[in-house]
């Protein structure tokens, strides 16, 4: 079965501070990865994703993760963080091809960023 | 905004009452997930469908079900209410088929049980 560690669970940090969010996975197999931003009051967005080829993804909003398959890790990344970036992050991984056992989702980090 | 949508977005039952949610998919999306978000704790996921049939099951009981629809949409039924199932209820759908995707998420059902 699959596992997903966030090592922090609340995180507070001033504007322009640079941030980031640890996040282990426990699979045996290929996985898929993915960093899901879930703000105050929204539904859950998709920051970024990875599936295969350069280990280093971009997202949206300057978000950037490392996927390092030694470490069975996948942290999230952002040079230097605003106000609106406070919000839940949540790292998630599936099985490639469907994903017919759904999305396994660690438990969250909130993150404060104080202006 | 995803084109995910689902209804009700609150709701409060009694304990070993019935309740039934609803999603909507995302245009051109034939693959429901659903989903359960405790208080301080990160999506579970209960159960997938796929042509109308479910086709992936996480660690939920049986009283947990659902139906998918011909266009796509699903239902979630949950029976035999109790308190711990309190949360909010989330829906995403996702195009099967192609062997990498995302899922897109609906601002979920809140539900609490009295």
């Known amino acids: 079965a699959q596992s997903v560690s966030q090592h922090n669970h609340h995180v507070i940090l001033s504007e322009a501070a640079s941030l980031e969010l640890g996040c282990n996975y426990s699979?045996?197999?290929?996985?898929?990865l993915f960093w899901y931003v879930q703000y105050p009051g929204q539904h859950l967005q998709l920051l970024l994703k990875?599936?295969?080829?350069?280990?280093l993804v971009k997202g949206i909003k300057g978000f950037e993760a490392e996927f390092i398959k030694s470490k069975f890790s996948f942290n999230l990344r952002k040079p230097s963080v605003q106000w609106s970036d406070t919000a839940e992050y949540f790292c998630?991984?599936?099985?490639?091809?469907?994903?017919?056992?759904?999305?396994?989702f660690g438990k969250g980090t909130h993150l404060i960023i104080q202006p | 905004e995803t084109g995910v949508t689902q209804s009700p977005t609150h709701l409060i039952k009694t304990r070993g009452q019935q309740v039934t949610l609803r999603c909507s998919s995302q245009s051109g999306h034939n693959t429901v997930s659903w989903y359960q978000q405790a208080l301080g704790q990160g999506p579970q996921f209960i159960f997938q469908?796929?042509?109308?049939?479910?086709?992936g099951r996480g660690n939920f009981p049986p009283r947990f079900s659902g139906l998918q629809f011909p266009n796509y949409s699903s239902e979630l039924n949950v029976n035999a209410l109790e308190l711990d199932d309190s949360a909010l209820y989330l829906c995403?759908?996702?195009?099967?088929?192609?062997?990498?995707?995302?899922?897109?998420f609906g601002q979920g059902t809140r539900l609490t049980v009295v």
């Open positions: 995403a759908s996702s195009p099967m088929g192609q062997m990498n995707t995302e899922a897109f």
């Open positions: 699979y045996g197999g290929t996985v898929n």
């Open positions: 469908y796929y042509r109308e049939e479910e086709n």
């Open positions: 998630a991984v599936n099985a490639p091809g469907g994903g017919a056992d759904g999305l396994t």
């Open positions: 990875y599936f295969s080829g350069d280990p």
